[in-house]
């Protein structure tokens, strides 16, 4: 079963920045619209952050002007740059498609931000 892979999560103060990475499939990557998705305790996974294979960014509310995706089509990467971290980004991060592809998920990278 082939997964995404995501890295790049860690613990950082409020006010401090990340920078989170997925790897994908070529086969996979090259057609889809990525996203990053977030899943706090207790809390539904949300979609936080999207690009379509030619660049056109979209954002949730609570992330906008905060939260930058990219991505780099020729290594099948996509990428996101998180500043002005709040405690409530504290989260699991996970890369996908946008819709989802549900055999994909990846472990995710946990995003701690403490106050």
């Known amino acids: 079963q082939v997964q995404l892979v995501e890295s790049g999560g860690g613990w950082v103060q409020a006010g401090g920045s990340l920078r989170l990475s997925c790897a994908a499939p070529?086969?996979?990557?090259?057609?889809?619209?990525m996203g990053w998705y977030r899943q706090a305790p207790e809390k539904q996974r949300e979609l936080v952050a999207s690009?379509?294979?030619?660049?056109?960014?979209d954002y949730g509310s609570a992330v906008k002007g905060r939260f930058t995706i990219s991505r780099d089509n020729a290594k099948n990467t996509v990428a996101l740059q998180m500043n002005s971290l709040k405690p409530e980004d504290t989260a699991v991060y996970y890369c996908?498609?946008?819709?989802?592809?549900?055999?994909?998920w990846g472990q995710g990278t946990q995003v701690t931000v403490s106050s």
């Open positions: 996908n498609a946008v819709p989802f592809a549900p055999r994909y």
């Open positions: 070529i086969s996979f990557f090259s057609i889809n619209t």
């Open positions: 690009i379509t294979s030619r660049g056109i960014t």
